[in-house]
């Protein structure tokens, strides 16, 4: 069991690259955000700057897209909210198996988040176009939900396989 589980093991360096490319999109549409934000503050005040009219569009797909990516970030650190107040009088092995539930369950979540979000991306969204740019499908406004569930799926098969592991093995995981 031990030999499958280390085989297992050297997958974490492709979660690592996917965790860091997801880490990096992020950051990317937080520096878009910020840069057509400024210059859509900016250009209200300065006549030579523009004030785009598609900026407050685009900066609101941009949070969108920064919010449901970080949260699915967030599974892989452990750093969602959730309950612990009852860990420390329970058993080891059953606060693991919570925990493997609790895993189930958002695996759940995100698989009803990539069928549910990418049917609106593609019914919803691809009938609409942004109000300030009309050539610009409202699918990219819906296609956040579905992305980010596929990495929720990712980084929860990761905490999922990491709790197993925890509970075939022990502490020595």
Not at 64 to 80: C, F, K, Q
Not at 153 to 173: D, N, P, W
């Amino acid at each position: 069991m031990k030999d499958l589980f280390h085989s297992i093991d050297k997958l974490k360096p492709a979660y690592d690259h996917v965790y860091r490319f997801v880490l990096l999109v992020c950051k990317l549409l937080l520096v878009a955000d910020i840069l057509i934000t400024c210059m859509s503050v900016v250009g209200r005040y300065v006549s030579f700057i523009p004030d785009p009219a598609w900026s407050e569009e685009v900066v609101l797909t941009c949070m969108t897209y920064m919010a449901v990516l970080s949260a699915a970030l967030a599974i892989r650190r452990g750093a969602h909210i959730r309950m612990t107040a009852m860990d420390k009088y329970l058993p080891d092995h059953m606060v693991t198996a919570l925990d493997i539930l609790s895993d189930l369950c958002v695996m759940i979540l995100a698989i009803i988040m990539i069928t549910v979000g990418w049917k609106y991306a593609v019914e919803i969204g691809g009938k609409g176009s942004y109000v300030s740019m009309p050539n610009v499908s409202r699918f990219w406004m819906y296609f956040p939900v579905p992305l980010a569930g596929i990495a929720m799926v990712i980084f929860e098969l990761e905490a999922l396989y990491s709790h197993v592991r925890t509970l075939v093995l022990g502490k020595e995981a």
